[in-house]
């Protein structure tokens, strides 16, 4: 059974121009020290999970008012079920948009090879040299082997043509505005960039990270658009 923690019934902000669902997913591979769900990334088998037939039941009787389902976490790649979830809620006529961190190269391709997906969006955490530390996850992973995986994904979904963003999430404990122009130079291209400010949901992983101001936002999407022209700041 696919773990599903979380059930949004309606969303005007996570499909962008589509009125959609959104299902969170439990347990991540990250731990990302400003994850705001935290209680999905750690606590793993916790508590009782949404029957995938109830979100189903929910999708088939709002046909025609909704049509997209996003399906975001903790990271939805991890769940085993996820390809015949997916099959299912596309069985019922809708679009489905994959929130990921990108660190599951071949299972984000077995999904688009067998036509599951119809956006992704993929957070890139910070630049090569913070990856890991941005990541939560120093201690347990080879740096060389996340960034090849990192890279992997980025380049499957550049050569796939299925729509999709990249996005980073700006905190000021953890993002300068040379890590910025780092990012910028990496991925340099003309695909989408949002730019999402910090915000403290109160189910964090760690303690003491705050927001960047709007004049640093600026400066940081200013900075980007030399080399990803259609940067944008997310929720401005």
């Given at each position: 059974?696919?773990?599903?923690?979380?059930?949004?019934?309606?969303?005007?902000?996570?499909?962008?121009?589509?009125?959609?669902?959104?299902?969170?997913?439990?347990?991540?591979?990250?731990?990302?020290?400003?994850?705001?769900?935290?209680?999905?990334?750690?606590?793993?088998?916790k508590g009782e999970y949404?029957?995938?037939?109830?979100?189903?039941?929910?999708?088939?009787?709002?046909?025609?008012?909704?049509?997209?389902?996003?399906?975001?976490?903790?990271?939805?790649?991890?769940?085993?079920?996820?390809?015949?979830?997916?099959?299912?809620?596309?069985?019922?006529?809708?679009?489905?948009?994959?929130?990921?961190?990108?660190?599951?190269?071949?299972?984000?391709l077995s999904l688009l090879?067998?036509?599951?997906?119809?956006?992704?969006?993929?957070?890139?955490?910070?630049?090569?040299?913070?990856?890991?530390?941005?990541?939560?996850?120093?201690?347990?992973?080879?740096?060389?082997?996340l960034l090849l995986n990192?890279?992997?994904?980025?380049?499957?979904?550049?050569?796939?043509?299925?729509?999709?963003?990249?996005?980073?999430?700006?905190?000021?404990?953890?993002?300068?505005?040379?890590?910025?122009?780092?990012?910028?130079?990496?991925?340099?291209?003309?695909?989408?960039?949002?730019?999402?400010?910090?915000?403290?949901?109160?189910?964090?992983?760690?303690?003491?990270?705050?927001?960047?101001?709007?004049?640093?936002?600026?400066?940081?999407?200013?900075?980007?658009?030399?080399?990803?022209?259609?940067?944008?700041?997310?929720?401005?």
């Amino acid at each position: 059974m696919i773990k599903i923690k979380g059930f949004q019934t309606l969303t005007l902000l996570d499909y962008p121009g589509r009125i959609a669902a959104t299902v969170f997913t439990q347990g991540c591979n990250f731990r990302c020290p400003f994850c705001h769900n935290a209680s999905l990334v750690v606590g793993f088998d916790k508590g009782e999970y949404i029957a995938s037939k109830s979100v189903l039941s929910h999708l088939e009787k709002r046909k025609g008012k909704l049509s997209g389902l996003c399906i975001s976490g903790g990271e939805p790649l991890l769940q085993k079920e996820l390809p015949d979830f997916i099959k299912c809620v596309k069985a019922l006529g809708y679009k489905v948009k994959l929130d990921t961190n990108g660190s599951l190269p071949n299972s984000l391709l077995s999904l688009l090879e067998a036509g599951l997906l119809d956006y992704v969006a993929m957070d890139i955490k910070n630049s090569r040299e913070k990856y890991l530390i941005t990541s939560g996850i120093e201690t347990l992973i080879n740096d060389d082997m996340l960034l090849l995986n990192i890279q992997k994904s980025i380049d499957i979904l550049r050569s796939w043509g299925v729509p999709f963003e990249f996005r980073t999430t700006v905190v000021r404990e953890l993002h300068s505005l040379d890590d910025i122009k780092q990012i910028g130079e990496w991925l340099a291209g003309d695909e989408l960039f949002f730019l999402q400010n910090f915000v403290d949901s109160g189910d964090l992983i760690s303690s003491g990270l705050t927001a960047c101001t709007n004049d640093e936002m600026e400066g940081m999407c200013k900075c980007l658009k030399r080399f990803l022209p259609n940067v944008a700041i997310r929720g401005k």
